[in-house]
């Protein structure tokens, strides 16, 4: 057996690399993600039906042992790499032991779309510029533009609606991750997520969602809706390019805003993403936005890991925006529109973003003082922001 369960306590960081296949490796990349798109469905009706109808669990390996009978029936999975095919599997049970731990989604079938992705938990090279891959015999042509730092463990290949291929690679440089850095107020941000901002941080600094974006998003939109009507192939290429552009740009910005944020700081806190919220926006504009913040929070956490730093989340619940920052009172009047407000309490004026980043980083450090507290209800909230204010906590130490 040779399929891999990567644990991330180690240093393991992934290049991503265009590669350049010829007519041939192209039909055979997209030959694989087909497979392993037809594998992976397969397994999760197997494991639902194994559930619903006889109340057992199929494990990953009951299923992988199958996949020899399957290509019997199905001859043409045989042209794959078979790990590929048993990576899909482990995938698939993944998502589904995921979804009965936490919060995740059930996992879906997988459709056919534009784009494509397949694993190769083994046997990956990298030499004289192209890429070494089982069934790929004669190497794909790589444009390595950055050495790769470490052991390979594994690579996955996939392609764009723009009929672009790329690898991804995840090595291993055999160092531990470095020690977490302790949880201090003086050291630690808020940041509070929004639509017309990108992110207000509790100290005051702003970072905008870049007009590029909207302009873009507009031609966009312009575009998708000339696809609904003539169904073109020039306008759905054109829409796709715009859009894999519209993507960088964004990824691009949010690696900016991330690398500043964990460079400056020891502890970031955040609040648990607001999905209700992010349904209640029809605007594509919106949507978008908020599509980057779960990459934004995916990479908050993984550079903190690399850095030994902290990402402290809070949750839903908790009242950031209706809380007043200097004395604690909930103002529960608060509408959506209501950019400024004067607390009634301590009649300060309060900047809605401004004010929700600083409860944000209040109501994170007052979690890690006292862990698995839960409040009952907003009520009981005031009495202790009003004592945890950063100024009241600035040499507090704990974790
Ligand atoms: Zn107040």
Redesign the pocket.
């Known amino acids: 057996m040779s399929v891999k369960v990567l644990k991330f306590n180690q240093m393991l960081k992934s290049y991503k690399y265009r590669i350049y296949p010829t007519k041939p490796q192209r039909e055979l990349i997209r030959k694989h993600c087909g497979c392993v798109r037809f594998v992976y469905n397969l397994a999760l009706e197997a494991k639902k039906v194994a559930y619903d109808s006889y109340k057992s669990n199929l494990t990953a390996y009951d299923i992988i042992k199958q996949l020899p009978d399957l290509k019997e029936g199905a001859p043409w999975l045989k042209e794959c790499n078979s790990q590929s095919l048993q990576q899909s599997i482990v995938n698939m049970d993944t998502a589904y032991t995921n979804f009965f731990k936490g919060p995740s989604r059930f996992p879906k079938f997988k459709k056919k779309t534009g784009k494509g992705s397949f694993n190769i938990p083994q046997n990956v090279k990298v030499k004289d510029g192209k890429l070494s891959i089982p069934k790929f015999k004669e190497g794909i042509k790589t444009n390595m533009h950055r050495c790769i730092d470490g052991v390979i463990k594994q690579a996955t290949v996939s392609y764009t609606p723009t009929d672009k291929y790329f690898v991804s690679i995840l090595c291993d440089n055999g160092k531990a991750l470095p020690a977490q850095s302790p949880i201090i107020s003086s050291t630690a941000i808020g940041i509070d997520l929004g639509i017309k901002n990108f992110a207000i941080t509790s100290n005051g600094q702003t970072f905008a969602n870049p007009k590029y974006l909207r302009k873009s998003e507009k031609k966009l939109k312009y575009y998708q809706s000339k696809f609904s009507r003539y169904k073109g192939k020039r306008t759905k290429h054109r829409a796709a390019t715009l859009y894999e552009y519209v993507a960088n740009q964004r990824k691009d910005n949010l690696h900016k805003v991330s690398n500043k944020l964990i460079g400056e700081n020891q502890t970031v806190c955040i609040e648990t993403l607001k999905v209700n919220n992010m349904l209640k926006n029809h605007c594509l504009a919106k949507s978008i936005g908020d599509a980057g913040w779960g990459m934004f929070v995916e990479m908050l956490e993984y550079k903190a890991n690399w850095y030994g730093k902290n990402v402290v989340k809070i949750g839903t619940f908790e009242p950031s925006s209706k809380t007043?920052s200097?004395?604690g009172?909930v103002n529960k009047e608060l509408t959506l529109k209501d950019r400024e407000w004067d607390?009634k309490?301590?009649s300060?004026t309060l900047d809605r973003d401004l004010n929700a980043s600083i409860n944000i980083k209040n109501f994170a450090l007052k979690k890690h003082v006292c862990p698995g507290r839960i409040l009952k209800n907003q009520g009981e909230l005031p009495a202790l922001v009003g004592v945890l204010t950063p100024e009241a906590h600035t040499s507090l130490v704990c974790g």
């Open positions: 007043c200097k004395c009172q607390c309490v301590c300060s």
